[in-house]
């Protein structure tokens, strides 16, 4: 029986069931994704975290290590992708009025790209910015989750 499905949804073999996608013979090529995200929070708690003074710590410290470490944990906590090994993850915060946004670049040199890996990152730094101030913020909002852009080069 073909792995392969006629449904065109990579992920799902002929007789209906989840697979994981057999990149055996794909070439490793150098691949990158740039995935964005935003947690909105009020003006107070923005102030706060600028200035180092949530009760919890350097809250932009304890998300980027956190959204790192999310990275490199992705096939761990989404049951088909591949485990990679990642040569590059980065994670940027931008300071708003009313929101922090995040960035993050992840890249390696594998047979599939890093798309999740760099979403899934900006999700755990996401989450973690919303743990770090929740006893001072009730009414955070993470929203815009989305890949920026994926790239494909040869090595």
Known sequence: MSEESNSGLSHIREDG????????DKAVTRREAVATGSIKLQKQTIAAIAEGDVPKGDVLAVARIAGIQAAKKTADLIPLCHQL?????????????????ITCLVRTDAKTGVEMEALTAVS??????????????KSMVISEVTLQKKTKSEI
């Open 17 to 24: 069931t989840a697979a994981m996608v057999d990149v055996s």
């Open 85 to 101: 090994p990642l040569t590059k993850v980065s994670i940027d915060f931008t300071i708003e009025e009313e929101a922090v946004e």
């Open 124 to 137: 755990v730094a996401a989450l973690t910015i919303y743990d770090m101030c929740k006893a001072i913020d």
